[in-house]
């Protein structure tokens, strides 16, 4: 990819009379200006994104999150939350600078137990279903359902307050409209027309989270289009359905040969046996593809986003990461998880982290110390608890 081209300036006013030369007054001195020698591009910096952590680091810092919040009955998970975000951010350097995550863990735990209220009757009134059960369920579901995009935008609010850089936070604007017409309208939509404007609703929703987005007085610009969230979509319903295909065709092919009289076997089970096999063989391929296919989708959105970003007309990033090889890690990191009974968690956050970083580059026409400081109001944890807790995944 080459260097992106930035935002330029808007020009200067003109008038319709002639510019006045006043160097030479006298016969000329009413004569135009002679026109200049055009501008020189400017000097575009490049700031690779680095990442420090390391995985043995991380898991003696997770395991003792993991213990405390088992041995508090999970109060102790804002702070487990908080120390998790501040060693992935601490780690992540730009231009000789880290990140900062400033959350107030007391905050999330206010919030974390509202949430928590809700959600425990919710889940008790499912299971026990006393009497007047459904009213509760049905409030309970519902006001989640309204409130959805709001949480949402509250979330987005308290993330980027609580993300610093060079001393500087960073901010969200968006209003409840927008977020109301981006994971609300959008979402049915999707559901509406069976997927077919989910690539758009994927679209509303990243312009939404990228458009709002601020870094002191400095705003940011998508330059994303809509068929680019079409032609990511595509490819990964062509992922899952040439999968199948492929798979398909030998499972039908054995299951028809073990069906038929086998000379070789005097056993009335084989054909049976044969067919279940290949039925769970085939189940577990779709999983896999369908998970690969949800992993590309994210990793090519994430490059997407971070190729169509600006900040201030002076500040672009760009990525260069494979979209096949975070879905490849995403899939294998899960695997390794399952098999480790969950003890390979810090590897593969390390793992991914390392990778994504690794392949992100800060692009600036102008010194990254030069942006405004902005005031930051206090911003609700509730957003930020409620998209936890229920693990909604917000990144880009």
Known sequence: MSDPTFSSPAPERQTDAPAVNLSKPGRDSLAPDLPTAPTPPPTISTYPVGFTGTSGEFFRLWIVNTALTIVTLGLYLPWARVRTRQYFYGHTWVDGQNFEYTANPLALLRSYLIVSAFF??????????????EWVVGIIGVGFVALYPWLVMKS???LAASTAHRGLNFRFHGKAGGAYLAYGVANIAAGLSSGLALPWAWYMQRRYQVEHAAFGRARATFRGDVGNFYVIGLTALGLVIGAVVVLAVPLIAGFALLSSNNPFSDSTDVGFLGAFAGIAVLYLAFLAAYSLSWQYIRGATLKLVLNSLELG????????FSPWMLAWIGLSNAAVQVLTLGLATPWAAVRRSRYVLGGIEVLAIASLDDFAADATPGENAL????TELLDINLGF
């Open 383 to 386: 957003g930020e608890a409620a």
């Open 313 to 320: 007309g002076v500040v672009r990033t760009r990525a260069t």
């Open 120 to 133: 425990g009757a919710y889940t008790l009134a499912t299971n026990l279903q006393f009497q007047g059960w």
């Open 156 to 158: 987005m609010r308290f």
